[in-house]
C-alpha cells in the first residue's frame, strides 16, 4: 500500500477505529501493578490486552514484530524496575535489548512511539493507569499501523 | 482437536456489573478446539469448582480456561481443582477479566469485548498447554559455615542446635575475625572478647560442628541440597591431634615478624597463634618466615614439641564434602587510606586506622591497653578522628556509607577521654550517624559528659611538624578554618569487601555488587539469600554491619538453612527452561544470561552418517532454574524454551489477540 | 604470480608435507578471471592450486563449522575481516582453536567482482564497497602471518553516506526506501548461509514449529525475516560486508547492520565483535548503568 | 629538542629573572625554545572570572599557533599553565567546545600537542640524569625548601602532572644538583596571591606560616616554580618579619635559577641580583659564587 | 524481415500494450528482471536479465485455495483469477528453452497444472537473438541456438540500431500483422554471435551419471557448497515447490512457494529425520536432477546454459566445471 494510501485510510478511519495494544507485562511486578490498578479501580482505556510472562527477559523482538505483522497498533514491555527484578538481572537484558530493537524499528521506519517499555513495579498501580492511559493517546494519535502488517 | 473447556465467572458482581459475562461464554463456546463453554456467579467457589469438575467429566475436556481474577490470587485454587479432575494442573490458563477489565473499564459493551479478546488469548494459549510435571531433589543435610568471624560463628551455631552438621572452614588459623580485634563494642562498651570468646569455645566444643581452620574454598560444585565443595586444608605444619597448644614452641621461635593480627603494631613469632584466645589454640608456621623453612637449619620448634607435633613434611590437602546448604561469612576489609595524600599517604607512623587504634586500648593488645604514640611510645594529648575516610568518597574512595564509623569513633573518643584524663579528643566529621537502639545515647554521652569535640568538616591537610601532626581543616559550622596540632590522628576507615570477595562469589556462583559487596537476592524481602538457592550471606561480606547486624543476619541465614535442611527432598517447579539438543548448537551464549548459573555445557554423542560423533549441548539443571526465560530470548535458534511459556504459546496468544 | 600467492604455496605445502596440517583452506582461480573460489587442499600437490588476489572474498572460517570433526589440523588463510570471525566462531564454542593453524593474510582491500563482468582481464575494476569501511584488515588473531600488515584506511564508504540519508528521512520516507528493498528478496538466505554469525544448527527461520516465519515470500515476512536476523547478528556481526556481496537482490543489508553495531556501541560502548574473545556479545550481558532514558 | 616556549607577562616583568635563568639553563641542556611569536595573555585570573570563552579563547589563540609549529608547549608560570591546560582538556573534552573556540580565534586548534610545565619539561624531557650529568657547581650544602603552591599541580585532572599533595618534581632537581630538599608541609599552601596586598591580615597571616614552616624545616631558602609566588614570598618577607618581631632570611628562587648556578652560569646571567631578600649576599656566604673551572657558558 | 529502428520500440510496446499486458527486460540499479510495460521505461536490450522469466507462469508465492472450517466440514473456495493475454518481449534463447522444460514439468505426463496453464495459454513469447554472450553463458554447448530461439512466437534480431521481426508461429504471424503500420520491411542478415567463454561438453554425461550415486565426487563437489538457494531461484528451470498455509483460526487460505533442494529442511519429515542430510547429498540431488533424473524423464537436460547460478554463487560453484568434474572422474 502506498504511504498516500495509507494516509487516506489513516484519515478516513480515524473517528472510530480503536487501537489495539499489547503489554507483555512481567508476572512480579507490572502484571502485579496492573492488577493493584484493578483492586484501586483505576480507570484506564480498554484498548490493552495484557500478556503475562515470568519476567521482561522472556520478551523475544521477535514476539513484537511478529505482533505487528498481525495488526497491533502498539507494544508496551513492562517489568520491575533496575534492582528489583524477581530473576535478579532479567530487566537489564531487557534494557539492552530494547534499546537495540527500539533503534532498529526506528531504522526500519516504524514510529518508535509504537514500540515502548517501562519499568512499573507492582506497586504502581497508579503508573500503570498513567502509563496506558497516555501510550494509547499515543497511539491514537498515530493512527492505525500498516507497516511491517502482513496485509495478506 | 483438542477439548477445551471455558469457564467465565461474575464474581458475584464484581465481574458481572461491567461484563456481560454470558456473552463472553457464548461467544467463547465458537472459538477454535472449545466444546464446552458456560458462566457461573463465583467459580472458585466449592460449587463453582463443582461446575468445572463434572464439565470436565461429562464434555471429556482435557484443557480448561477460567476467566475470573488474577491468576496471582487464584492460579492455585484452580490448578488443584483440576488435579482432583484427574487432569494435569498444568493444563489450565485463566484469562483475568476481573483486576484487568471489569474493575477499569466502566463502559460494559467495551469491557465485554476486552474479555472476549482475553478469553480468546487464554484459549489459544491453554491449546498449546502440555502437561508439566513437579519433580523433586534430594537434600543432603549438612551444611558449610565461610568464613569463621561472629557472623559464621552465630549462623553455625543456630544451624548445630537444630540438629544439622556444619563445617566453618576459615583461612586464618583461629576464629573469630575481626571482632576477635575490637577491645570493646558499642554502645554499652562492654569488652569484645569477653562476649566472643564464649561463643568461640561453644563452636569448638558443639557436637555439630567442625572447625576447619587455616583452610580455604578449592571449588564448589553442584546445587542447592547438593553442593560437592572442595576444601584445601592449608599445610599448618603442626599435627593438630597432638599439639596440646602449651605454648613452647612459640615462646622459643627465633623469627619475630609483624603481627597481621595486631595489624603491623605488634609482632609474632614464626611459629604461631594469631591471638592468646585463639580456637583451636593449635600453631600453624608461617612458612615464608620460618628459618626452617628459609634456610633449612634451626628445627628449635620440633626439638622442644614435647609432644612430637610439630611435622615439616605436610602439605596442602584437599577434600571434597557435600552440602545441603552455604553461608557466606567472609567479613569485610578496611579501606586502603593510602590514596589520601592529605592524611599523608599512610606515611605517618601516627595516622592511624580505628582498627589499630582497637589494639593500642586493647589490654592483651600491644601497648596492654596503654595509648602509645606508634611512633615514640608517648602518651598522645591531643587526638584528632577523621571521619569519613574512604567512604562516602566518589572520587577516590567508596560512595557508600560504610555505617559502623559514626559509631566506632564515638567509643574511641570517649575511651580515649577515660583512658587519658587530660586528653582532647578532635572528631572532623561530615555528619553523625546514629541510628540504632541506644546509639544516638551513647554519641550525646561522648559530646555532653566526656567533652568529646566535633567539628563538622573535611580535612585538608596533615602535615607533620617536629613530633606534632598539624590537622588543617574547616569548620563548616562556623565558616572558619580549624588548625589543630595533634598527637596522633585516627582515621575512620571504611569498610570494604575482601578483596577477594569476588573470587569466592564465582567460586560459588553467586553475584556481587560494583563494591565486591555479595548481592542479597532482593534488598528487601530476600535480604540473607543470594540468586543461588542454597547460598545465604550472613555479615559484612553482604556490606557494612556492626555486631548486632551482622549476628542477626547470621541468625536468619541459620533459619534459612535450617528450613532447607528440615526437608528430605525440594519440590522444584515445573515451569523452566528446557533444551532441544537436537537444535542446540552449544554455542554457549545462554550460559552467561542466566542468573542462577544453571545452565552448562554438557557433551553428547550422536550417530551422524553412521559415525558416533560428540558435541555440546546446553543442559539445564532442574534445581537451579527458577524460570525467568531469559535464555529462550539468547537462544536464537529458539532450542532453549521455557515450559509453560513456550515460543509457541506466546506466538499464539499473540496471533489469537490479532485475529 | 604475485608474491602473496608465492608464500602461500610455500607455507602451504610446509604444513602439508611435514604433516603439521591434513587440510588446508584457500583460495583458487577458476574459469572467471575476476573469482576466486574457496578451495580444500589436503594433497601436497594441489597446493600449486592456492592463489591470493583482489577477489579472494570469501571468508573461509565459515568452513571450519563443517569440518568440526576432521581429523587432524587444519590450515586456515584469513584475512582481517575472516580473523574476527576465527574470534567469534571460538566464542561461539563452535571451534576448537587448538585444531586450527590461522594463517593472517593482511588485506589490500578487494576488488568488486561484478564491475569485472564483461571485462578483460587486467580491466580497471571499482574496489568492493564491502571493503570501503573496514577497520581491521590486518588480522586479529594468527599463527603466522605471511605478510607485512597494512595500514587501515578511513574513508567515508556509501554505506555510511546511506545510512546518513536514511536517518535524515521521514519514517515513512524510510518505511518506503525498505519496502522497496525487502519486496526484491527472493528469500534464498544467502546473506544468512554465508555470515559466520549465523552459526544456528537449525536457523528459527527454517522451523515449522514455533512458526517464526511463514513461508509465503512477502513484504511483512521478508521484513520479519531480516529484522530478526539484524536482532540475531547484533553484537555479533564482524561486518565483512558478505551478506550484501552475495545478495543477489543487491539488497543493502550492511546498511542495517551497520546502523545497529554504531548503535550498540553508542549505547553501550565500543564492542566491536571478534576482536577480544573475552569480551562477551554485547547483549550476553550488562552494565548496571546502561542507558534507559526512555523510562 | 624543540619545544615552543611561552614566557607569558610575568616573565617579562616581575618575573624577568625567571625568563632570564630559563633561556639560560635552557641552552645548556639542549632545550630549544621557540617563543610563540605574537604570543598573548592567557587571561589569567581575570578573564576566567569574567567569560568562561574568552578565558578558553585567550589561551587558544596561542596554542594554535604553537600546533601549526607542530611543537609540544613549554609554559614556565604556574598561572600560564593552569590556564592553558584548562583549555586543552576542554577542547578535547568537547567537539562543541573546540568549534566555537576556532571560530572565535579564527585558527584550527585540536589539542594535538601537549601544553607541558617548565617542571615536567626538566624531568620528563630532559631528564634528570641528563641535568646530573651536567652539573659543574653541585650545591652541596644548600638545604632548600621546594614551594609549589596551589596552581601548578592542581586540579590533577587537568594538570596531569606531579602528586596533587606531595609533589616531588622540584624536589628530584634540587637533589639532582646537589642540594638538599627539605621534607615540610607547606609544599602547596597557598601563598596568598593578591590577598597580601588586598587584604594582608589574611594574605599576611598565610606568608607568615610559610616562612615559619620552611624555618622549622631547617631550609636555608626557598625554591619555587611560579611567579607569583616568588614576588609574595620575597617582596612581603621583610613586612612580616618586622610584624613578627624577626627576620626569616630566606632567600626565594626559582628552580631555574638554582639549576643555572649549579650548571656553573653567573648568577647576573640568570638575574639572581634582582631579588628583594639579597640571594646574592646569601649564596655568596655559603661558598656558591666562587668561580668554576670548565664553564660551559662564557657570556 | 520486418524492422523498427530501436528508437521507436518504445511505440510499439506502448501500442501493445493497449492490448496485452506487456512483459519487457528492464534493468535497475540494483537487479535486472522482467517487469510489465510502463511508458518511460527503458527495455534492456544488452544481456539478459538477473531474474529469469519463469515467475511469470509459476510466482514465487501463488495463493491456491482458501478454507473455512464449519463444524465437521470444511468450506472450499477457489481464488478467481482474472488472468490477461501477455506478450513478454525480448526472452533469450536459454531462457525459451527454459520455457520449455516448465511446460513438460506443469503440462504433460497426464497432469496439467492449472495454475500454469491459465498464465502459459494465454502467454505470446517474442524472443530476442543473442549476439554477445554475457562471461557465464554456455548455452551453445547445450545445443541452443542463441540465435534462434525455439517454441517462440516472434524471433526478434538485433540489426545495431533497428530491431528485426521474423514471425515463428500463426500466432506470431497475427501479432506481427497486427502492428503492421509501425514495421518498415527490410533486407538484412542478423549479426552473427561472437564467441563464448565457457563451454561444457555434456556428451554422454547422464548416462555416466546413472553410475555415480554413490561416488566420491560429490564430497568434493559439495564442500564449498553453502546450501543456499540462490542458484536454484535464479534458476530459469528450477521448478520444485512447498504448499503451505496461513491459517487464522477456524479459517485461511493454503498456498505454493518456491522451495529449494539445498535448504537443509527441504526433504525433512515430521519426525526430523531427513534422507538427504547433509549437503552432500543435497548438492548431488541438484545435479543429479538437472544432467540426469530430467534427462531420463523427460529426454532433456533442465540446464540452458544461461550462466545465472555461475554469476551469483556466492563460493563460485561452476556447473561447467562439475560437467568436466563428471566427465574426468573414473567409474
Known amino acids: 500500500m502506498s504511504i498516500e494510501a495509507v494516509k487516506a485510510d489513516k484519515a478516513a478511519s480515524q473517528e472510530n477505529w480503536e487501537p489495539k495494544i499489547l503489554v507483555f507485562a512481567c508476572n512480579w511486578c507490572t502484571y502485579a501493578g496492573a492488577d493493584l490498578a484493578g483492586l484501586s479501580r483505576l480507570q484506564y482505556p480498554p484498548n490493552v490486552r495484557i500478556l503475562r510472562v515470568p519476567c521482561s527477559g522472556r520478551v523475544n523482538p521477535q514476539f513484537v514484530i511478529r505482533a505487528f505483522q498481525k495488526g497491533i497498533d502498539g507494544v508496551l514491555v513492562a517489568g520491575c524496575h533496575p534492582g528489583d527484578c524477581h530473576y535478579a538481572t532479567g530487566n537489564y537484558f531487557t534494557r539492552r535489548r530494547y534499546l537495540v530493537m527500539q533503534r532498529l524499528l526506528e531504522f526500519m521506519g516504524m514510529d518508535p512511539a509504537r514500540f515502548q517499555a517501562r519499568w512499573i513495579s507492582g506497586s504502581e498501580g497508579p503508573k500503570f493507569q498513567q502509563v496506558v492511559t497516555q501510550l494509547t493517546q499515543d497511539i491514537k494519535a498515530l493512527g492505525p499501523n500498516r507497516k511491517l502488517r502482513d496485509m495478506e | 482437536m483438542k477439548r477445551v473447556g471455558v469457564f467465565i465467572c461474575h464474581c458475584g458482581t464484581n465481574i458481572a456489573h461491567t461484563v456481560d459475562c454470558e456473552k463472553v461464554a457464548k461467544t467463547a463456546a465458537e472459538f477454535p478446539h472449545v466444546v464446552f463453554s458456560t458462566d457461573y456467579k463465583y467459580m472458585c467457589s466449592e460449587p463453582g469448582q463443582m461446575v468445572i469438575k463434572n464439565a470436565i467429566k461429562e464434555h471429556k475436556l482435557d484443557r480448561i480456561v477460567v476467566a475470573s481474577c488474577s491468576p496471582r490470587m487464584h492460579e492455585p485454587t484452580f490448578r488443584k481443582c483440576m488435579e482432583s479432575a484427574g487432569l494435569n494442573p498444568y493444563l489450565m490458563e485463566m484469562a483475568n477479566i476481573r483486576e484487568h477489565c471489569s474493575w477499569v473499564h466502566p463502559d460494559k459493551e467495551k469491557g465485554t469485548e476486552k474479555a472476549i479478546d482475553l478469553v480468546k488469548m487464554a484459549v489459544a494459549k491453554v491449546v498449546k498447554n502440555t502437561p508439566l510435571t513437579r519433580s523433586s531433589i534430594p537434600i543432603h543435610k549438612r551444611a558449610l559455615v565461610i568464613g569463621g568471624g561472629i557472623a559464621g560463628i552465630q549462623a553455625a551455631l543456630d544451624i548445630a542446635d537444630a540438629g544439622y552438621v556444619v563445617d566453618i572452614v576459615e583461612k586464618e588459623p583461629s576464629i573469630g575475625g575481626r571482632m576477635a580485634q575490637v577491645d570493646k563494642t558499642f554502645p554499652t562498651l562492654d569488652c569484645s572478647a569477653c562476649i566472643l570468646t564464649p561463643k568461640m569455645v561453644d563452636a569448638a566444643q558443639h557436637p555439630n560442628i567442625n572447625l576447619v581452620t587455616y583452610s580455604e574454598i578449592e571449588k564448589v560444585e553442584g546445587y542447592v541440597g547438593n553442593f560437592e565443595v572442595t576444601i584445601r586444608h592449608k599445610a599448618r605444619s603442626v599435627d593438630v591431634s597432638k599439639c596440646t597448644g602449651c605454648g613452647t614452641c612459640w615462646e622459643k621461635c627465633p623469627t619475630k615478624v609483624a603481627s597481621e593480627f595486631e595489624l603491623g603494631l605488634g609482632t609474632r613469632k614464626a611459629i604461631y597463634t594469631p591471638f592468646p584466645q585463639a580456637v583451636p589454640n593449635k600453631p600453624v608456621i608461617d612458612r615464608d618466615n620460618c628459618r626452617y623453612f628459609k634456610t633449612g637449619k634451626c628445627m628449635v620448634c620440633q626439638k622442644l614439641c614435647p609432644t612430637g607435633a610439630v611435622d615439616y613434611t605436610q602439605e596442602d590437602q584437599l577434600e571434597t564434602i557435600r552440602y545441603g546448604a552455604i553461608v557466606v561469612a567472609t567479613g569485610f576489609d578496611l579501606f586502603d587510606h593510602s590514596v589520601y595524600g592529605e592524611y599523608g599517604y599512610g606515611k605517618y607512623p601516627d595516622v592511624i586506622t580505628g582498627l589499630q587504634f582497637e589494639r593500642l586500648i586493647n589490654a592483651s593488645g600491644p601497648t596492654a591497653g596503654k595509648i602509645k604514640r606508634p611512633s615514640d611510645h608517648k602518651e598522645p594529648k591531643t587526638i584528632v578522628f577523621i571521619k569519613c575516610v574512604g567512604s562516602r568518597d566518589e572520587a577516590k574512595g567508596k560512595p557508600y556509607c560504610s555505617k559502623t564509623c559514626c559509631m566506632y569513633t564515638a567509643k574511641h573518643a570517649t575511651l580515649v577521654k577515660e583512658k587519658i584524663k587530660d586528653s582532647q579528643a578532635i572528631v572532623f566529621y561530615m555528619d553523625v550517624r546514629t541510628p540504632g537502639k541506644n546509639y544516638e545515647e551513647f554519641y550525646q554521652r561522648a559530646v555532653d559528659e566526656y567533652g568529646v569535640q566535633y567539628v563538622r568538616g573535611r580535612v585538608s591537610k596533615i602535615y607533620q611538624k617536629g613530633d606534632k601532626l598539624i590537622v588543617k581543616g574547616e569548620d563548616t559550622l562556623l565558616g572558619k578554618q580549624v588548625e589543630v596540632e595533634a598527637d596522633m590522628v585516627v582515621l575512620a576507615t571504611a569498610m570494604v569487601a575482601r578483596s577477594d570477595a569476588g573470587d569466592l562469589a564465582r567460586k560459588v556462583g553467586f553475584s556481587y555488587d560494583q563494591h565486591d559487596f555479595f548481592t542479597e537476592a532482593h534488598p528487601k524481602l530476600r535480604p540473607v539469600e543470594t540468586h543461588t538457592a542454597g547460598v545465604y550471606l550472613a555479615g559484612a561480606c553482604q556490606g557494612p554491619k556492626d555486631i548486632p547486624d551482622s549476628v542477626s543476619q547470621a541468625s536468619a541465614a541459620a533459619a534459612k538453612v535450617c528450613g532447607l535442611l528440615s526437608k528430605n ?83 499464539a496468544e499473540v496471533d489469537a489477540l490479532c485475529l | 604470480m604475485n608474491q602473496h600467492t608465492v608464500k602461500m604455496r610455500e607455507l602451504a605445502r610446509e604444513l602439508l608435507s611435514s604433516g603439521q596440517v591434513s587440510l588446508v583452506l584457500g583460495w583458487e582461480k577458476g574459469n572467471l578471471w575476476y573469482k576466486s573460489p574457496p578451495v580444500f587442499i589436503s594433497r601436497v600437490e594441489d597446493v600449486e592450486k592456492l592463489i591470493f588476489d583482489e577477489f579472494c572474498h570469501n571468508n573461509l572460517a565459515k568452513y571450519l563449522m563443517d569440518l568440526v570433526h576432521h581429523s587432524g589440523k587444519i590450515a586456515v588463510f584469513v584475512k582481517g575481516c575472516d580473523s574476527r570471525a576465527i574470534n567469534r566462531l571460538l566464542q561461539d564454542n563452535q571451534i576448537k582453536r587448538e585444531k586450527l593453524y590461522i594463517i593472517g593474510v593482511p588485506c589490500p582491500g578487494l576488488k568488486d567482482p561484478d564491475d569485472a563482468v564483461g571485462k578483460k582481464q587486467g580491466a580497471e575494476v571499482k574496489n568492493s564497497a564491502k571493503c570501503a569501511t573496514c577497520s581491521y584488515p590486518n588480522p586479529v588473531v594468527y599463527d603466522a602471518l605471511l605478510w607485512e600488515t597494512v595500514p587501515v584506511n578511513t574513508t567515508k564508504a556509501p554505506v555510511e553516506e546511506l545510512i546518513a ?31 559466520p554469525a549465523c552459526n544456528c544448527r537449525e536457523c528459527c527461520f527454517d522451523q515449522a514449529e514455533p512458526d517464526w516465519l511463514g513461508k509465503a515470500n512477502n513484504l511483512s515476512e521478508n521484513q520479519f525475516m531480516q529484522m530478526t536476523r539484524a536482532m540475531h547478528v547484533a553484537g555479533r556481526c564482524i561486518e565483512c560486508g558478505e551478506c550484501e556481496r552475495v545478495c543477489p537482490m543487491n539488497i543493502p543489508l550492511m546498511a542495517i547492520n551497520k546502523k545497529v553495531a554504531r548503535d550498540i556501541a553508542e549505547l553501550f560502548g565500543e564492542c566491536a565483535a571478534g576482536l577480544d574473545l573475552e569480551k562477551r556479545p554485547p547483549l550476553g550481558h550488562f552494565d548496571l548503568n546502561d542507558p534507559e532514558k526512555f523510562m | 629538542m624543540k619545544l615552543a616556549y611561552y614566557p607569558g607577562c610575568s616573565l617579562s616583568t616581575t618575573g624577568i629573572e625567571y625568563n632570564m635563568s630559563t633561556l639560560a639553563v635552557a641552552r645548556t641542556l639542549g632545550l630549544d625554545l621557540w617563543e610563540i611569536p605574537e604570543w598573548n595573555c592567557c ?43 584548562a583549555t586543552e582538556a576542554a577542547v578535547k573534552d568537547s567537539a562543541e567546545t573546540r568549534a566555537t573556540i576556532e571560530e572565535v580565534i579564527g585558527r584550527k586548534y585540536e589539542a594535538k600537542y601537549t601544553v607541558k610545565s617548565l617542571l615536567d619539561v626538566f624531568v620528563n624531557t630532559v631528564g634528570l640524569s641528563q641535568i646530573k650529568t651536567l652539573v659543574n657547581r653541585p650545591l652541596e650544602g644548600l638545604k632548600v625548601a621546594p614551594y609549589y603552591g596551589c596552581l601548578l599541580v592542581r586540579p590533577h585532572k587537568i594538570t596531569q602532572f606531579d602528586d596533587p599533595e606531595d609533589p616531588v618534581t622540584i624536589d628530584q632537581i634540587m637533589s639532582a644538583i646537589g642540594a638538599e630538599p627539605v621534607y615540610w608541609g607547606y609544599k602547596t599552601e597557598c601563598c596568598g596571591a593578591a590577598h597580601p596586598t588586598v587584604v594582608p591580615e589574611v594574605g599576611l597571616k598565610m606568608l607568615k606560616s610559610i616562612y615559619q614552616g620552611a624555618r622549622d624545616a631547617g631550609a636555608d631558602c626557598i625554591v619555587t616554580a611560579c611567579p607569583l609566588c616568588l614576588t609574595n614570598l620575597d617582596m612581603r618577607q621583610k613586612e612580616v618579619g618586622e610584624q613578627n618581631n624577626t627576620q626569616y632570611n630566606l632567600p626565594v628562587f626559582y628552580f631555574t635559577e638554582l639549576v643555572g648556578l649549579a650548571l656553573g652560569h653567573d648568577p647576573h646571567t640568570l638575574g639572581i641580583d634582582k631579588h628583594f631578600v639579597d640571594a646574592l649576599a646569601f649564596l655568596k656566604n655559603k661558598g656558591f659564587l666562587n668561580p668554576v673551572q670548565n664553564r660551559r657558558d662564557s657570556e | 524481415m520486418k524492422t523498427i529502428v530501436k528508437s521507436r520500440l518504445a511505440e510499439l510496446l506502448q501500442t501493445m500494450a493497449q492490448d496485452f499486458r506487456v512483459l519487457v527486460p528492464v534493468k535497475s540499479e540494483t537487479v535486472s528482471q522482467f517487469v510489465p510495460w510502463q511508458e518511460g521505461l527503458t527495455v534492456n536490450l544488452e544481456g539478459n536479465t538477473v531474474l529469469p522469466p519463469k515467475d511469470i507462469f509459476f510466482p514465487q508465492t501463488e495463493k491456491m485455495y482458501k478454507f473455512k472450517v464449519k463444524g465437521s466440514s470444511v468450506d472450499i473456495e477457489e481464488f478467481a483469477e482474472d488472468v490477461q493475454k501477455q506478450v513478454i518481449f525480448g526472452i533469450r534463447s536459454c531462457d525459451m528453452q527454459s520455457i520449455d522444460c516448465l511446460d513438460k514439468v506443469f503440462l504433460t505426463k497426464g497432469y496439467e497444472d492449472t495454475f500454469y496453464k491459465t498464465k502459459r495459454d494465454k502467454t505470446l513469447l517474442v524472443a530476442l537473438a543473442c549476439t554477445k554472450p554475457q562471461d557465464t553463458c554456455f548455452c551453445e554447448s547445450l545445443g541452443l541456438n542463441p540465435l534462434e530461439a525455439s517454441g517462440a512466437d516472434i524471433q526478434v534480431y538485433d540489426l545495431g540500431d533497428a530491431l528485426g521481426f521474423v514471425a515463428k508461429t500463426p500466432e506470431g504471424e497475427e501479432l506481427l500483422a497486427k502492428y503492421a503500420s509501425l514495421f518498415t520491411e527490410v533486407n538484412a542478415v542478423p549479426q552473427k554471435v561472437e564467441g563464448f567463454n565457457l563451454k561444457a561438453e555434456v556428451a554422454g554425461i547422464p548416462e555416466k551419471l546413472a553410475k555415480m550415486f554413490d561416488h566420491p565426487i560429490w564430497d568434493e563437489v559439495s564442500q564449498k557448497c553453502l546450501g543456499c538457494g540462490a542458484c536454484a531461484y535464479l534458476c530459469p528451470t528450477c521448478h520444485c515447490f512447498d504448499i503451505s498455509g496461513n491459517v487464522k483460526a477456524d479459517q485461511g487460505y493454503k498456498f505454493r512457494c518456491w522451495d529449494c533442494c539445498m535448504f537443509s529442511e527441504y526433504t525433512r519429515m515430521a519426525g526430523g529425520h531427513n534422507p538427504r542430510p547433509s549437503k552432500k547429498e543435497r548438492v548431488r540431488n541438484r545435479f543429479m536432477h538437472k544432467l540426469y533424473y530430467f534427462q531420463e524423464r523427460y529426454g532433456q537436460l533442465l540446464c540452458t546454459g544461461c550462466g545465472r547460478c555461475i554469476a551469483k554463487c556466492p563460493v563460485g560453484m561452476d556447473i561447467t566445471a562439475i560437467i568436466e568434474k563428471i566427465k574426468e572422474a573414473e567409474v
Open chain 2, 569 to 651: 527432598e525440594m519440590a522444584t517447579e515445573p515451569i523452566i527452561s528446557a533444551v532441544n539438543e537436537s537444535i542446540c548448537s552449544g554455542c554457549g551464549l545462554c550460559i552467561s544470561i542466566c542468573p542462577y548459573k544453571a545452565i552448562d555445557l554438557k557433551t553428547i554423542t550422536e550417530r551422524v552418517h553412521g559415525k558416533m560423533l560428540e558435541r555440546q549441548v546446553a543442559a539445564v539443571n532442574s534445581g537451579l532454574c527458577q524460570g525467568c526465560g531469559a535464555c529462550t530470548v539468547a537462544c536464537r535458534s529458539s532450542a532453549l524454551n521455557l515450559r509453560g511459556f513456550t515460543n509457541e504459546q506466546i506466538l
Open chain 3, 165 to 195: 540519508k536514511l536517518d535524515s528521512m521521514t519514517p515513512d520516507e524510510r518505511y518506503a526506501y525498505w519496502t522497496e528493498q525487502f519486496s526484491r528478496c527472493i528469500r534464498c538466505f544467502a546473506c544468512r548461509n554465508v555470515c
Open chain 4, 43 to 85: 587571561g589569567a585570573s581575570s578573564a576566567h572570572l569574567t567569560n568562561h570563552l574568552l578565558a578558553l579563547a585567550l589561551p587558544a589563540r596561542n596554542l594554535a599557533i604553537a600546533e601549526e609549529a607542530g611543537l609540544d608547549v613549554a609554559v614556565p608560570c604556574a598561572a600560564c599553565f593552569a590556564r592553558f591546560k
